[in-house]
């Protein structure tokens, strides 16, 4: 076989695994196929230098990481937000102007989110969704996956985003196969393929069956109208077609799919938990915009919860990084849709006595999504005489110190009790604040118990002699943790703030604290705290009362840590105090718009009304500038704007 002849032998072999595995349509037999295919393996063992990236032996893995790199998304991959009912998908509807517009319909598969770029046909880069800006570069793995093209008609650059997915059945098998092995089983189906995705191994990942499910889309360039043109698109370069795909045109139709959806749940291959609704026009979704966390064009519209009956054992207390003492329900283990569950939240003392459970009652609990597992009734009538009461607890489970009972919460006030630091510890290294890479709970856990720390600022006193004591800790190790606890030496001001772990101030409040104020954080009043948009007397109370707290430990940290923050500055202009709307297509962003309109002291409202200024209008603006001229606001265009400032 000579290299014509080889790569020949590469594009015939991948039509006949495509036939087979996609299309469930051979047009080989099993014998060609392997004939066909270890000739091919012979010439590259015998030619390394000349193998081809799209060849079908580096489908099967083998090729084993040291560590997954960081990589950017090119646009941001967002999540979804949330709804469980017909009332809040009428808010839903309603909010934006929404009513008249298509929705395209579509299952919501539970598995691990893939971002695939490809450029110039080939597949470039295949990255998880992470924190929406940055995931994992787990490209090797998805070169495995036999439903992923390596190659692709289209030439332009393009993001293809999709899940990744086991179905019921070969999930089963593989379970089937680890016991009869002796090894542990997998817990559920999107577990497994999150897991199986991020394998250091990529055999590994081979062998665990996965599937990938397009459902969307990142930076591209199609010109395209719709989002249903574009996934037509999408399907048409050989990604596997969803069945159930529909355009619906109105409130009731987005309610019969549902149900058609629902009733196909357990008939469905793979494991999903709702589905997704979303504007098919790009134009008026672009228009409509993202809030901090979700589109507001998309909307994942939840099933409802699977309910079992199962016993309640026992009560575990479970102390947070803030001293609130809450209770956790042992259960005997049961399976919900594919999850084993063994306990359920029980939110505080005053839910037991609301629900009046006992220790041993027969109870009934559901789980919705990534929902905890709760309890939701309790059999009374079931009960032999041999249940107990739950007893308030006095003293705290881990520490011994004297419990506060204020009611709704019992708290350990003891500022030094294990639980509340090592939760401190663990939610300040996290992902959605300082992102340290590397220090994570088992970590924490690990350190503390050696005692190399016990607050905040001992994580940037760590070395590499303290570190080399540890077990598990060889160079690259620590000098990759190193390296990320020096990096966040100099976070960002709002997730610093969000780290410090202040009761009632998420990342949310904490944006608009650094964003307000900048370096003025750490000595705001009261009264200036209440002027932030959003904010109540219980956020601006805890704010003031933890910074008067912990001024020492604050200022300890401080000399470590020195958080960035972008001071923002209004200015007083012609514009200040009206209140836009912007709609169209720009020659920016809606985003940067935004902060220009803002930091000359104008409002940025979402829809038009009585009480809009001005409008600014882009092409192919919608129904925010029909409703604009109805009410007689101005619009202007981005040359009017920038005349105005």
């Not at 590259?44 to 799209?54: G, T």
């Not at 750490?522 to 704010?543: K, N, P, Q, R």
Request: net charge negative; proline share 3%; charged share 30%.
């Amino acid at each position: 076989m000579d290299k014509k002849e080889y790569l020949k032998s590469v594009d015939l072999l991948n039509l006949w695994a495509k036939a087979y595995y996609k299309d469930d349509a051979p047009i080989a037999t099993d014998e060609e196929y392997d004939e066909l295919y270890h000739r091919v393996l012979e010439f590259e063992r015998a030619n390394p230098s000349e193998i081809s990236m799209f060849s079908p032996t580096k489908r099967v893995g083998g090729e084993v990481s040291e560590g997954f790199i960081k990589a950017d998304h090119i646009e941001r991959m967002w999540s979804m937000e949330d709804i469980f009912d017909e009332a809040e998908l009428v808010a839903w509807l309603n909010r934006g102007d929404k009513l008249g517009q298509k929705f395209a319909i579509q299952p919501k598969f539970d598995g691990a989110s893939l971002n695939l770029l490809y450029e110039n046909g080939e597949l470039k880069r295949a990255i998880t969704r992470g924190n929406g800006i940055t995931g994992e570069d787990v490209t090797t793995n998805a070169r495995v996956i036999q439903n992923i093209p390596m190659k692709i008609t289209y030439g332009g650059k393009i993001e293809i985003r999709g899940e990744v997915v086991i179905s019921k059945s070969d999930f089963d098998d593989i379970n089937l196969a680890r016991m009869q092995r002796g090894e542990t089983q997998l817990a559920n189906p999107r577990n497994a393929a999150s897991g199986s995705l991020r394998q250091l191994d990529s055999k590994i990942t081979a062998s665990r069956r996965l599937q990938f499910r397009p459902w969307g889309y990142g930076a591209q360039n199609l010109g395209l109208k719709n989002y249903s043109e574009i996934m037509e698109f999408i399907y048409s370069l050989g990604f596997e077609r969803e069945e159930f795909f529909k355009i619906c045109l109105n409130l009731e139709e987005i309610k019969t799919a549902y149900s058609e959806l629902l009733n196909l749940r357990e008939n469905k291959p793979f494991m999903m938990d709702g589905m997704v609704v979303r504007v098919d026009n790009v134009a008026f979704s672009n228009e409509l915009g993202y809030t901090e966390k979700f589109p507001k064009f998309m909307v994942a519209y939840k099933f409802p919860a699977i309910e079992k009956t199962t016993r309640l054992v026992d009560v575990a207390l479970q102390v947070g990084r803030s001293g609130v003492v809450t209770p956790v329900g042992v259960l005997d283990e049961v399976n919900i849709d594919g999850v084993k569950v063994k306990s359920a939240t029980l939110h505080n003392f005053d839910e037991i006595k609301r629900l009046g459970v006992m220790k041993g009652d027969f109870i009934s609990i559901i789980r919705s999504g990534d929902v905890i597992p709760k309890i939701t009734g309790v059999f009374k009538e079931r009960r032999s005489g041999s249940e107990t009461p739950i007893e308030r607890p006095h003293n705290c489970p881990v520490c011994g110190t004297m419990l506060l009972d204020e009611g709704v919460f019992i708290k350990c006030q003891n500022l030094e009790c294990k639980a509340r630091v090592i939760n401190s510890l663990i939610h300040y290294a996290s992902k959605r604040c300082l992102n340290i890479d590397g220090l994570g709970e088992a970590i924490v856990n690990q350190l503390f118990e050696a005692g190399f720390i016990n607050k905040i600022a001992d994580i940037y006193r760590l070395g590499a002699n303290e570190l080399s004591s540890l077990e598990g800790f060889k160079d690259k190790k620590i000098s990759n943790l190193l390296n990320a606890i020096n990096i966040a030496r100099t976070p960002n001001l709002h997730s610093f703030i969000t780290g410090l772990g202040i009761e009632h101030i998420g990342e949310v409040a904490a944006k608009k604290i650094a964003r307000q104020f900048g370096d003025k954080w750490l000595e705001l009043s009261y009264e200036e705290l209440m002027s932030i948009d959003g904010f109540g007397d219980a956020m601006a109370e805890s704010y003031v009362e933890f910074m008067q707290v912990n001024r020492e430990n604050l200022a300890e940290l401080l000399y470590f840590v020195t958080p960035k923050f972008e001071k923002f500055e209004v200015k007083q202009s012609d514009i200040s105090g009206k209140t836009f709307v912007i709609t169209g297509t720009l020659s920016k962003g809606r985003d940067e718009f935004k902060a220009i309109l803002e930091a000359h002291g104008a409002k940025v409202s979402g829809s038009v009304s009585k009480k809009t200024d001005f409008v600014l209008a882009g092409s192919e603006a919608g129904s925010k500038l029909d409703k604009a001229r109805e009410l007689g606001v101005r619009v202007i265009s981005e040359e009017e704007l920038m005349e105005m400032l």
